[in-house]
């Protein structure tokens, strides 16, 4: 059941729509413009270092374009892999943490498939999924320690930490060492070392695994020059903890997200009735593992200064397995155990009808794709197995179809204004014509994996086309207007080509030479 739903998301996420968000675009162009310099140390964006991010989700997208050469769907798949791998390391820590409950592992898999927020991301190229997956192996290894399997557990420590660094940097500390470093309180009575034995192995594999970082670090920095390594050591470590200069949220941010990042859980009434009967002292080490992790993270993200929702994202799965344990044992359903999930449904069916009216689409896949939603939700209602199992996969049944639904309602209304395949081969035609091309304000990346370009774009500012044209007499202009470009004429430019993109216009222009300047 997890793998089908896992592949139809993937699948049609795929075949519904290209490469538009740009995030996606970029990191697949660093990746590409890494591919075609040959240079697999320093990644790089329109002939730039970029100290963004670490190489080890592009060097995975190589790894694929090396086996089944250049293409657009590899790199959509290495993320949703390490999604589902991700899902398989939680049923393992579930097994490890409550070993007496023959298919707890089972369920905390459904479990975690089945919150919204994972399973979108499994249709993305973002690093979050691969930073989650190392994340749960890192911190699965500091189980085995405890559990006396000390040789294994620490090269697991020093893999997920080595391995989470280079995908995402030294985040990936914030989301393991608070629940390894909480292990007296969590694992008393349950450890099989001593905590002392315990500490010194995690000390071993975060030294091991610091050490598998810099083996990339070093070599890069020298190769990347003086910018680039103050950036990767300086710029994208302290300076995002302090004073990040994107995303930058106040102190509360994340309190209202949460039940975003909760769905559709957050609405499954067995929880919380099994959590309101539970007693504080009768949390067992599972649950203190688990309120080890979630706690700490969210405190520690709430006090960094830039903020997203996606950042806990490797919080997830300890959300997941303290759903799992919590509901375990519910053998006797309830006929209103569902009908808050339904009425979420409901409500979400209603949204894309709303997408409908006010975009005032010619196909109404709004309308469609709300009444599917409406019968998700009445489905879920009336659909009523007998055991937990059942439930908690007529509720990840619901999920898939829900974002299936919610893609496709999107993609039909605003996806043509992020799709510019037809503008990078034009471009491409350009560039093989050797002719010089300049974008102005920020470059993204759109254009160079979907167009396979060669050449960085020269980035000027938009009072610089006519000087820029005009050493330039046979160069093309990639500039953007809030208004269709009917103004393109009296600034004496030949428009080429324009298209609706992000909320506004853009437009190819050419130096005029018909007319005197």
Not at 96 to 125: D, H, N, Q, Y
């Amino acid at each position: 059941m997890l793998i089908l739903c896992w592949l139809s998301l993937w699948l049609w996420s795929y075949l519904l729509r290209p490469l538009w968000p740009i995030d996606e675009t970029r990191y697949v162009s660093v990746a590409w413009e890494m591919w075609h310099r040959g240079d697999f140390l320093v990644p790089y964006l329109n002939g730039h270092p970029y100290s963004h991010k670490p190489p080890l989700l592009f060097w995975l997208i190589h790894l694929g374009w090396a086996l089944f050469g250049v293409n657009n769907w590899w790199p959509r798949l290495v993320p949703s892999l390490f999604g589902l791998g991700g899902t398989w390391l939680t049923a393992k820590i579930a097994q490890e943490l409550w070993p007496e409950r023959k298919g707890i592992g089972s369920l905390s898999a459904l479990v975690l498939m089945g919150f919204m927020v994972w399973a979108a991301f499994c249709t993305v190229v973002m690093f979050d999924l691969v930073l989650s997956f190392f994340t749960l192996l890192a911190v699965l290894g500091g189980l085995y320690i405890l559990k006396a399997k000390r040789r294994l557990g620490t090269l697991m420590i020093a893999a997920g930490l080595g391995l989470g660094i280079l995908s995402k940097g030294p985040v990936i500390l914030i989301h393991t060492l608070p629940v390894l470093c909480l292990s007296p309180w969590w694992a008393r009575n349950w450890a099989k070392v001593r905590t002392r034995s315990a500490m010194a192995h995690f000390s071993i594999g975060l030294a091991l695994g610091i050490g598998l970082a810099l083996a990339w670090v070093i070599p890069a920095t020298a190769s990347g020059g003086e910018q680039y390594r103050r950036a990767i050591l300086w710029g994208q470590t302290a300076h995002r903890i302090t004073s990040s200069f994107a995303h930058r949220r106040p102190l509360w941010w994340y309190v209202p997200w949460l039940p975003l990042l909760l769905c559709p859980w957050i609405l499954f009434l067995p929880f919380w009735r099994n959590l309101i009967h539970k007693r504080s002292g009768s949390l067992d080490a599972g649950l203190r593992f688990c309120v080890s992790w979630i706690f700490p993270t969210l405190i520690i993200f709430s006090l960094l200064s830039g903020k997203q929702v996606y950042y806990l994202l490797p919080m997830v799965p300890a959300v997941a397995l303290l759903i799992s344990a919590v509901i375990w044992g519910e053998a006797t359903p309830r006929r209103l155990d569902m009908l808050a999930l339904a009425i979420f449904f409901a409500l979400l069916g209603a949204g894309l009808m709303g997408i409908q009216r006010r975009f005032h689409g010619s196909q109404p896949y709004g309308f469609i794709g709300g009444m599917i939603l409406f019968l998700s939700g009445f489905s879920v209602m009336v659909f009523k197995p007998k055991r937990l199992f059942g439930r908690v996969a007529t509720a990840l049944i619901a999920v898939t179809v829900s974002l299936m639904v919610m893609e496709l309602v999107v993609v039909k209304q605003i996806g043509q204004s992020y799709d510019i395949r037809k503008a990078a081969a034009i471009i491409n035609q350009y560039e093989s014509q050797g002719l010089p091309i300049a974008h102005t304000g920020k470059y993204h990346g759109e254009f160079h994996f979907l167009g396979r370009l060669d050449k960085p774009f020269e980035i000027i500012s938009e009072r610089g086309i006519n000087s820029w044209l005009e050493k330039h007499p046979n160069g093309r202009v990639i500039t953007y207007f809030d208004q269709p470009p009917a103004c393109v004429n009296s600034y004496k430019w030949r428009l080429l080509y324009s298209q609706s993109y992000r909320g506004s216009t853009m437009v190819i222009i050419a130096r005029d030479h018909s007319r005197k300047r």
